[in-house]
């Protein structure tokens, strides 16, 4: 797989117990979650982006592919659509990821002090899978990567 969204409820150093950061062209940490990326399109217009709000930890994932349905092709190339969500999201709740704001094949991860979700497009055309570890609740794009670290830690699924 080229590209490949996964996390872990849990910190830093729960993450590196079950992937390493390397594998990845980013990896961003929240207040409750931590979220490794590959994508050759990481921050390309329409394309996975992320915001962390250095203030608070809080932080918002787009990843795949959306467009934000009232932005102008100048705003797609000025903007990132986490950042655009996230902002939404804290005013509007759950009502951000509407199929009014995002058009698209996505998963959003929003991390904020008060919740964090994992959402899917409304289509559910980009799928996004979880299971407990001894380290945490990990979660991604890619099943294969979660039967991994489950027989990485030892662990029968």
Known sequence: MNSEL?????TKSDFEQVRSSSDFDRVITGNSVVVGIRDPTLDSPGR???????ASSELGVIYGEAFLRSAT?????????????????LNQGFAA???????????????????TIIATDPVRSCECFYTDTAVGRVFGADLSQLVHTHNALGETI
């Open 6 to 10: 996964f996390g872990i409820f849990g």
């Open 48 to 54: 996975t982006t992320t915001h962390v709000d250095q």
């Open 73 to 89: 092709v100048t705003e797609l190339t000025q903007q990132a659509t986490a950042a655009t969500v996230y902002r939404t999201f």
């Open 97 to 115: 990821l509407g199929l009014d704001r995002l058009n698209g094949s996505y998963l959003a991860v929003l991390d904020t002090v008060d919740e």
